[in-house]
């Protein structure tokens, strides 16, 4: 019997097959990006919780029609497949992995379709990373009212910290 890693491994390399093998003008067609959607909504519930930020990046991705970035989020997402059963390694691969997520969303950064809440996700990657002054800058350039009620709190903490002049 398959175990769901070896599952969700058949998974990714189908995805990484149909990926090689798709131009970027043909990733535009609605058939094809639900396609990858699909395989990639199966995918993702087995990797570790922390990695949440790659959904919603690769939703962008499929949104702009950008599969190389798809299969650098998917290539990330199999390497803490492998990783994820050692704990030792666990909190180093989620920040490096965080890391790879904010440097791959900046080459998204001038797309007029990036929302508001994906920045928030942004932001909170910024966070987790300990990098508090881009996360709060990134959370002060949203509307208050687009703000959820995670960003508010983290935007709060963020401007106390900040206006007591100490350290993050």
Known sequence: MTTPWRWARAL???????????ST??????????????????LLPRVPYWSRGY???????????????VLLACLALEQLNGTSSRIT??????????GSFVEALSVLEGEPSLTFEQHE???????????FDKALCRLAAIPES???????????????????????
Do not use: D, N
């Open 12 to 22: 990714f390399c189908e995805l990484q097959f149909f990926l090689s093998t798709t």
């Open 25 to 42: 003008e043909t990733l535009s067609a609605p058939v094809q990006l639900e396609r990858q959607y699909v395989l990639l909504k199966q």
């Open 55 to 69: 959904e919603h990046f690769i939703e962008i991705c499929l949104e702009l029609a950008r599969g190389r970035e």
């Open 89 to 98: 390694t666990w909190r180093t691969q989620a920040l490096v992995q965080i």
């Open 121 to 131: 996700i942004a932001a909170s990657a910024e966070f987790g990373l300990g990098e």
């Open 146 to 168: 687009s703000l959820s009620g995670a960003g508010k709190a983290a935007k709060s903490f963020l401007e106390s910290k900040s206006s007591e002049g100490g350290s993050f």
